[in-house]
């Protein structure tokens, strides 16, 4: 029925202040800068990937102020959940260069059987991981399934 | 007060920039929370007097500063307790108690048994670490889902054989 997720999207404060945190300190790049009137459609991608994250600022008329207001509030509580998980070859790597460059970290690098992962906070309060995958890829094979449901009885 | 802060839109960015530094601070517990962290150093990164720190940390996040920390670093021991053979000691330390006497009557009065009965049965649970660290980080009270319980209704020390 479906054929991939082309967008997803976050809410940030200010559109400007975004595009100097993604493209500027993450390496992301604008696929689109529209201003369509009503509003700016900006999106933005990793290079080389086809999916767009639209950013996208809560406003009137599009919800209340009264809304705009409390998903603001919740975005600066980080409260609003994860925005997107990005990957990389080299998590901690990653993490050197993006803490010399002043990034928050919610998260050091940690080992997991899935890989190693990390945590970051954009200016305005998203959740934003970053996902280095295992070395040895098909980890969970029938074998290792069979094996666990062998040892939780 | 800003002639900023004097309008509706003024007083909600004021108090975004403050659930910002906030939650910076907040963070930081997330992320050190093996280290001794300290109120004065917490409050310097949300940018506030450490008494005014605990009280707006309070009021944002519904519990103070070192409350949040305790369930942070009783949260991980749960985790180290379930995925490790590392020693009840060992955990307390690992996760930034100074003292087993300390860790051992908080992780009690939070989870509702001791580490080493919290221990028992426990199995690894294979999903990304930051929502474990979400959706672990035990309840305020005794609000522990119920799968979370121990094997038994029966206080932990009825369980020992």
């Known amino acids: 029925m479906f054929n991939s997720v082309t967008h997803s999207a976050i809410f940030v404060l200010d559109q400007d202040e975004a595009i100097e945190f993604y493209v500027g300190k993450l390496g992301l790049e604008v696929r689109s800068d529209v201003d369509l009137g009503f509003m ?76 190693t992962d990390c945590a970051i906070r954009d200016p305005f309060g998203n959740h934003i991981r970053i996902g280095e995958p295992p070395a040895v890829e098909g980890e969970i094979t029938a074998e290792v399934m069979k094996r666990w449901e062998e040892e939780n009885g | 007060m800003t002639s900023d802060e004097a309008s509706p839109r003024g007083r909600g960015q004021a108090t975004e920039r403050s659930n910002r530094w906030l939650l910076r601070a907040r963070d930081a517990m997330d992320r050190d929370y093996a280290e001794p962290l300290d109120i004065p150093a917490l409050a310097r990164l949300a940018h506030v007097s450490e008494g005014y720190f605990i009280r707006s940390f309070q009021a944002t996040f519904g519990e103070t500063p070192h409350r949040y920390l305790q369930r942070r670093r009783v949260e991980r021991a749960m985790a180290l307790l379930r995925t490790s053979d590392r020693s009840v000691t060992e955990v307390s330390l690992a996760v930034g108690f100074n003292s087993l006497g300390t860790f051992s009557r908080t992780f009690h009065a939070i989870v509702g048994e001791s580490p080493s009965a919290y221990r028992r049965g426990r199995v690894p649970q294979p999903v990304p670490s930051c929502f474990a660290m979400s959706w672990n980080r035990p309840a305020t009270g005794l609000r522990i889902p119920d799968r979370q319980r121990s094997v038994s209704d029966k206080p932990a020390s009825a369980l020992k054989p």
């Open chain 1, 40 to 115: 700016r459609w900006l999106t933005i991608g990793v290079p080389g990937d086809a999916r767009e994250i639209l950013i996208e600022k809560a406003a009137p008329p599009a919800v209340s102020e009264e809304a705009a207001g409390q998903v603001r509030d919740l975005l600066t509580k980080g409260a609003l959940g994860l925005g997107f998980i990005l990957s990389t070859d080299d998590c901690r790597k990653t993490y050197e260069e993006l803490s010399a460059k002043g990034v928050e970290f919610s998260q050091q690098p940690t080992e997991q059987p899935y890989g």
